[in-house]
């Protein structure tokens, strides 16, 4: 079962602007992580944030956490054509052994046009 | 390039057949994970090891899909007697177990099966 739902499932936007996607989520998480999905280059991870963190930064990327609403947003700063991809957040629960199993939501699917 | 490595990338087999797929890991990664993707979806947990130790089986996981990792280094995941419906991207990753608090998995290329 998927456990966030992203908002918007597509975006298109052009080259130079921001896109915000936004995740939600049902149950309570040890941290959430965003990945990135093309065809070219699998899934691949972006930004981890803990349960005790708000925000984070990395590069153009920005990802807020907000527990008491079980929601997170991704925005990515001054778009390129190469960050068209799937945008998939995901809810990690923490296993025995201290394992993490990742529960990731339908993803957002942006499009960045020249 | 020492990333996660799946083998093989793509794979068409016929209702009925037995397939294995196998994951390379990032050398000295201790956790392993298999995840299933569908068309339009996002991947769905199968299975977790800490070293050689199969620790966490989804209940996605029926009594036809087999994992191990015999060595603590590179698993095959199994899938006896397919259906169609396990027709999906079958992803492998690896993570280096350093936190507590979840760290980040890194992913292979996945293999695709379809059974017809």
């Known amino acids: 079962s998927q456990q966030g739902e992203e908002d918007p499932q597509a975006l298109s936007i052009q080259e130079g602007e921001n896109a915000t996607m936004n995740c939600s989520y049902k149950?309570?998480?040890?941290?959430l992580q965003w990945y990135r999905q093309n065809s070219g280059r699998g899934l691949v991870h972006l930004i981890l944030?803990?349960?005790?963190?708000r925000e984070k930064h990395s590069g153009r990327l920005r990802v807020t956490l907000d527990t008491s609403k079980k929601s997170s947003s991704l925005l990515i700063t001054a778009s390129r054509a190469a960050d068209t991809a799937s945008y998939f957040c995901?809810?990690?629960?923490?296993?025995?052994?201290?394992?993490?199993?990742?529960?990731f939501g339908t993803g957002t699917q942006l499009k960045v046009e020249l | 390039d020492t990333g996660v490595s799946q083998d093989p990338r793509h794979k068409i087999t016929k209702r009925g057949q037995n397939v294995t797929f196998r994951c390379d890991p990032i050398?000295?990664?201790?956790?392993l994970y298999w995840y299933r993707q569908t068309l339009g979806q996002g991947p769905e947990f199968l299975t977790y090891?800490?070293?050689?130790?199969?620790?966490?089986k989804s209940r996605l996981l029926s009594d036809r899909f087999s994992a191990e990792r015999p060595k603590g280094s590179f698993s095959t995941l199994e899938i006896q007697r397919t259906e169609q419906g396990d027709s999906a991207m079958y992803l492998c990753?690896?993570?280096?177990?350093?936190?507590?608090?979840?760290?980040?998995?890194?992913f292979g290329p996945g293999t695709r099966l379809l059974v017809l």
């Open positions: 050398s000295e990664h201790n956790r």
């Open positions: 944030i803990r349960s005790n963190e």
């Open positions: 090891f800490q070293n050689e130790a199969q620790l966490e």
């Open positions: 995901a809810t990690g629960e923490i296993l025995t052994g201290g394992g993490n199993k990742l529960t």
């Open positions: 990753a690896s993570s280096s177990g350093d936190s507590p608090r979840g760290e980040t998995q890194y």
């Open positions: 149950t309570s998480i040890n941290n």
